[in-house]
C-alpha cells in the first residue's frame, strides 16, 4: 500500500513486523515441545498483532471522518 501519510506508513510497518514476528514466533517452536512460557509468549505476541492493526484501522477511521466531515462542511 503507498501512501505519503508518514503516520500510516509506520502503523502499517509496525503492523506488518507484528504479524511476521508471531508467525516467525509460531515457526520457531513448531515440532518441538514447548512450555506454558511459550504460549504466554505466543499470546503476547498475537496481542501486539492485534493491537497494531487496531491502531492502523482507527488510524484510517479517524482520517476517512475527517475528509468526511471537511466535506460535509463545504456542502
Given at each position: 500500500?503507498?501512501?505519503?501519510?508518514?503516520?500510516?506508513?509506520q502503523l502499517s510497518s509496525n503492523s506488518h513486523r507484528?504479524?511476521?514476528?508471531?508467525?516467525?514466533?509460531?515457526?520457531?517452536?513448531?515440532?518441538?515441545?514447548?512450555?506454558?512460557?511459550?504460549?504466554?509468549?505466543?499470546?503476547?505476541?498475537?496481542?501486539?498483532?492485534?493491537?497494531?492493526?487496531?491502531a492502523s484501522s482507527q488510524?484510517?477511521?479517524?482520517?476517512?471522518?475527517?475528509?468526511?466531515?471537511?466535506?460535509?462542511?463545504?456542502?
Amino acid at each position: 500500500m503507498s501512501s505519503s501519510d508518514l503516520l500510516q506508513r509506520q502503523l502499517s510497518s509496525n503492523s506488518h513486523r507484528k504479524h511476521h514476528e508471531a508467525y516467525q514466533f509460531a515457526r520457531d517452536v513448531s515440532g518441538e515441545s514447548f512450555s506454558i512460557a511459550d504460549m504466554y509468549a505466543f499470546q503476547n505476541r498475537l496481542q501486539d498483532m492485534s493491537n497494531a492493526s487496531w491502531a492502523s484501522s482507527q488510524y484510517t477511521q479517524f482520517k476517512f471522518g475527517i475528509r468526511k466531515a471537511i466535506i460535509d462542511a463545504v456542502n
